[in-house]
């Protein structure tokens, strides 16, 4: 047991080090986000005052709810700032153990997922968003004038934002499973039907039942999910055969 606890005391220190430091990053980055939540709610409104500046303006109808919706928003944007502190200080916690073959592989990984991320969390900002709330403000007709609630509006925004950077994930994650073996290519083209009903379930899910966000989110995913399976085929071709 002695011989346990000299190896393993030193990693367990270490371990508990970095976690603090982690933790510590994320309460300093969202004091900091905290104090720029002002700008945060007025980028994320923006895809309104695009379409009429008068929804800009958004309501509350609770006393707590500005504070506590503006808190909600610095912890989500600390934990992003603070992602990078994490990252580094898991790496530097598992990186004596690996091999420089196994840190390419993780580094390819980490920036491959961070990229695909960003992609769909962009994609969603700037294009799906935007349309989706005009759509939703002109299907409600000009006989009612909308007053839209701070906490739903920001639940939307962000949940949609995620919902698509986690959705652009797909194409990674099945390549993945192709060169590790785990799948061959045609496997993804067999089970395209149940694929696809499954995407469609799962977006249902992420953007909380809107049927019109929930066909915004599919398209994609669906088109995604054959841009996997292509890449996974060329991917199988090219390697050399044996």
Not at 1 to 29: D, G, K, N, Q
Not at 35 to 52: C, G, K, N, T
Not at 154 to 175: D, Q, W, Y
Request: one cysteine or more; charged letters at 15%; hydrophobic letters at 55%.
């Amino acid at each position: 047991m002695s011989i346990l606890a000299e190896h393993f005391t030193p990693h367990l220190l270490e371990l508990r080090r970095r976690v603090l430091t982690i933790l510590a990053a994320v309460v300093l980055a969202t004091a900091g986000a905290y104090w720029f939540v002002e700008e945060m709610v007025r980028a994320l409104s923006s895809p309104l005052i695009q379409i009429d500046p008068e929804l800009g303006r958004l309501v509350y109808t609770g006393l707590p709810e500005a504070f506590i919706s503006y808190l909600k928003l610095s912890l989500l944007v600390g934990f992003v700032l603070a992602l990078p502190v994490a990252v580094y200080q898991l790496w530097m916690f598992v990186a004596p153990a690996l091999r420089r073959q196994e840190k390419l592989v993780a580094v390819k990984v980490a920036l491959s997922g961070f990229v695909l991320f960003s992609g769909g969390a962009l994609f969603a900002y700037f294009v799906v968003l935007p349309e989706l709330l005009r759509f939703l403000l002109w299907f409600a007709g000009e006989q009612i004038h909308p007053h839209l609630k701070l906490a739903p509006y920001l639940n939307f925004m962000v949940r949609g934002v995620f919902s698509f950077g986690l959705a652009f994930e797909l194409p990674f994650l099945m390549v993945m499973a192709v060169r590790l073996g785990l799948v061959d290519p045609e496997y993804f083209a067999r089970h395209r039907t149940y694929s696809y009903l499954g995407m469609v379930i799962i977006s249902l899910l992420l953007v909380a039942g809107d049927p019109v966000a929930t066909f915004m989110l599919a398209v994609p995913l669906c088109l995604l999910y054959e841009a996997g399976n292509l890449i996974g085929k060329l991917l199988r071709s090219a390697r050399p055969r044996e």
